[in-house]
Nanobody, 120 residues
């Protein structure tokens, strides 16, 4: 069992930046950030498998950067040039699959979520 705890959410104006962090209770091969807007399906934002090159949703490429510190079992998401459409609950996810993509079923453990609100 892996426990994930997110931190760093908040409110910011359009064009601003926020950094999300996720503390994991243990190491997992694949980790990712998802977001959810009520009434819509959960969307994969960014993911990283082991030491592979990160993967990003097209909607955040060039604006968001995912990183992990395996020694500390932490995952981060730096979000720059935020837009109102980035407003959502953001979730940290972790799994064991070496083939995990930005698909919710590829991940086993989930955090409780951190709210990000971007105003225009």
């Amino acid at each position: 069992q892996v426990q994930l705890v997110e931190s760093g959410g908040g409110s910011v104006q359009s064009g601003g930046s926020l950094r999300l962090s996720c503390a994991a209770s243990g190491y997992t091969y694949s980790m990712a950030w998802f977001r959810h807007i009520p009434g819509k399906e959960r969307e994969g934002v960014a993911g990283i498998r082991g030491g592979d090159t990160p993967i990003y949703a097209d909607s955040v490429k060039g604006r968001f950067a995912i990183s992990r510190d395996n020694a500390k079992n932490t995952l981060s998401l730096q979000m720059n040039n935020l837009k109102p459409e980035d407003t959502a609950m953001y979730y940290c996810a972790a799994g064991t699959s070496p083939f995990a993509l930005l698909v919710p079923d590829d991940y086993t453990w989930w955090g409780q979520g951190a709210q990000v609100t971007v105003s225009s």
